[in-house]
């Protein structure tokens, strides 16, 4: 079984690449921002909480998401492995997770960072709104998201790094170079 962690910019890709894993290999992913947005459309009691900060841009609390998390795997036991697209995102959150992991006794594989220059991020989301209807793909929101990205989670990159799980892939090009790019990296064979 091998678990990875996602973590990029706003439109780095992490789930459109989560999804092709899932998909070609069978990989359980879970998107802490489709959760959540899931809470919204339910208009729970999380979903409110959410109204008034995702939208915006902001974070959901720690220990919300930690438990969004925890309850998540507990209910989705798998084989092949878990894509977290999305989380941790906060170092704080980070120290749960490996906490968590060690204890549920899942092994962690890696961390992959889809490396992505601000200006392509902005351009992806901005076409995205074009198509589908999300909150925070407005100009500004994505703007103030890749500011909270560059405060709150890259520092998590070093957590990541310093204890040798880090890959970076670069995440330009079309979704299928990325793609490609993200199985040599993982070493992942179609068969
Ligand atoms: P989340 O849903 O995780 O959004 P995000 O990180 O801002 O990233 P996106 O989903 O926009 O981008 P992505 O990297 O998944 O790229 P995608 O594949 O979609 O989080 C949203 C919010 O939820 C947060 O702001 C926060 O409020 C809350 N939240 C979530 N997790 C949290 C946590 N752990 N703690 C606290 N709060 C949390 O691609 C983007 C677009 O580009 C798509 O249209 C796609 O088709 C296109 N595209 C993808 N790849 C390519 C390519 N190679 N070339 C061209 N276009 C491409
Ligand atoms: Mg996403």
Known sequence: MNNYVFIGPPGAGKGTMAKKMAEEFGYTHLSTGDLIRNEQQKGSALGKL???????????????????????????PTKVGYIFDGFPRTPEQAKHFSAFLLKA??????????????????????KRAEIEDRK?????????????????????????????????????????????RLKDALELKTV
């Open 50 to 76: 959410a109204d008034q900060l995702i939208d915006q841009g902001n974070l959901l609390p720690d220990k919300v998401v930690i438990e969004m998390f925890q309850n998540f795997i507990l209910d989705n």
């Open 105 to 126: 006794r899942i092994p962690f594989t890696n961390a992959v960072y889809l490396d992505l220059p601000p200006h392509v991020s902005l351009a992806r989301l901005l």
């Open 136 to 180: 925070d793909d407005t100009k500004e929101t994505i703007q103030h998201r890749l500011r909270v990205y560059d405060a709150k989670t890259k520092p998590i990159l070093k957590f990541f790094h310093d204890r040798g799980k880090l890959l970076t892939i670069d995440a330009q090009g079309t979704p299928e170079e990325q793609y490609a």
